[in-house]
């Protein structure tokens, strides 16, 4: 970190005031730390007074704030690699970030190539990684279990080596399978983006036109009692209305981890099913309350992970379970991307995107020199401190405005905002909310804190 940036901590004015819509709490913030506490929204001007413990304390640890930011945004080294083993998926999904032609006929990674290609990223997680942590490899789409036998065998051979997940549309996933990737603890995440099938066939259907909402219901059923799977539902016009039942339907199958995602931009096929900023935040949050409700009726949770992960960056930043949230992200900085023809990207969204290229895993350099190149580089160097309206934000470092792959394609350039920036700024006011209401624990998964130390704390 630069003096500059300790002296911009150090120095900076009085905190800036966020109206929350609390009854009684506003959020006051320092940007450049992202730090922040809530006070008494008529007694703002008192409460931030030079003279005050709280702007006292925020003084003496204003540089050890900035520190631990700096550390997290751009001092991290790759632990994971989301793997494509395959182009193809049977989906044509509405919203897809690959383009039409790789999914409906593009290469396989044979499995020889594919168990070549972990080895090469077993030796070089080894060379960066802490001894006794294990990276992580997630399968990813198109569809993974369109090469199935491949995915296999590479898990069976590396599964001492990388912690193991699979994304998967959910269609292929029969008993077998199941039994396979349970025995294994491979973590799972099935997609399905309607409470019914006319909702979810609205967006995700075969390349034929036929249904798959039937399929995804089996493969929940087939992994209840499982401690490891999630679902994800990709919020668009076409579903909007219906994320409470989207919510009650999961909490009955007993999903432990659900995502209600706002979709990426990256190619104009999503943009046509984009949900209005204000409409997405009303959705969101009354489907966040409905989870609230059943927990307090039932005892059991269903944590909205891409929700539980903004309570994160507000409460511990460093204790942030994904990194799209954050600026730079975590593409090319904590994962990477391996696509199926062995080319490195910085995140599986840029897969498509011939210019992301960073080169191929099989090259002389490897991970290292795409780590290098200026394909990632382009990726890792986005800072929200540098471009408007982004670097006057007072809640930039709780959102990151995501997702460069979408500001790129969608708004011009990396120096550009993502697709829903007033929906951040609200989904970061809702959550302020509830801890100003002492709810959050409620939306978090149980134990999240067991790592974390405090560092600051008001009365």
């Not at 039409?100 to 997680?125: C, N, P, V």
């Amino acid at each position: 970190m630069t003096d500059a940036t300790f002296a911009r901590a150090a120095s900076a004015g009085p905190l800036i005031p966020v109206d929350i819509g609390h009854d009684i709490y506003a959020a006051v913030t320092d940007p450049n730390t992202a730090f922040w506490a809530l006070v008494d929204k008529t007694r703002i001007a008192e409460s931030t007074a030079e003279s005050t413990p709280l702007m006292q304390d925020f003084r003496t640890k204003a540089e050890s704030f900035a520190r631990e930011l700096h550390a997290l945004r751009f001092g991290l080294t790759p632990s994971g690699v989301y793997l494509n083993p395959t182009e193809r998926c049977n989906l044509n999904c509405t919203y897809c970030y690959l383009p039409d032609k790789q999914r409906s006929g593009g290469q396989h990674m044979s499995e020889d190539r594919l168990i070549g290609a972990l080895g090469k990223l077993r030796d070089y997680f080894r060379s960066v990684m802490p001894e006794g942590r294990t990276p992580r490899a997630i399968f990813h789409g198109a569809e993974p279990l369109m090469n199935k036998a491949a995915v296999f065998a590479a898990i069976e051979a590396f599964g001492d080596d990388f912690a193991f997940g699979i994304q998967t549309n959910g269609t292929l996933l029969d008993r077998e399978a199941v039994d396979f990737l349970t025995s294994r603890n491979v973590s799972i995440g099935l997609s399905l983006d309607g409470p019914v099938a006319g909702i979810t066939d609205a967006t995700r259907l075969t390349w034929g036109g036929k249904s798959v909402h039937d399929k995804v219901l089996k493969a929940m059923d087939a992994l209840r009692g499982y401690g490891s799977w999630s679902v994800i539902t990709t919020c668009t016009t076409e579903n909007l209305a219906h994320l409470t039942r989207m919510v009650e339907l999961f909490h009955a199958h007993e999903v432990p981890t659900c995502m209600l995602n706002t979709l990426r931009c990256t190619l104009p096929g999503a943009r046509g099913v984009k949900p209005a900023d204000a409409d997405m935040g009303k959705a969101l949050f009354a489907a966040l309350d409905r989870t609230h409700a059943l927990y307090r009726a039932t005892g059991r949770k269903l944590v909205v992970a891409n929700f539980a992960n903004i309570l994160l960056a507000i409460l511990a930043p460093t204790a942030r379970r994904l990194m799209c949230d954050i600026s730079p992200c975590g593409g090319g900085r904590a994962f990477f991307a391996l696509a199926a023809d062995g080319s490195l990207y910085p995140c599986s969204e840029f897969i498509g995107l011939p210019r992301f290229n960073g080169g191929n895993l099989f090259d002389e350099g490897g991970v290292n020199a795409a780590l290098a190149s200026g394909a990632f580089r382009t990726v890792t160097a986005r800072d929200v401190d540098t471009f408007a309206p982004c670097d006057d934000c007072a809640i930039r470092h709780f959102c990151g405005s995501p997702c460069p792959a979408e500001a790129h394609e969608m708004n011009g350039g990396m120096d550009r905002i993502g697709a829903f920036c007033e929906f951040y700024k609200e989904q970061v006011n809702y959550a302020l909310r509830l801890i100003a209401d002492g709810k959050a624990d409620d939306f978090l998964w149980d134990g999240w804190d067991a790592d974390t130390e405090t560092t600051f704390l008001m009365q």
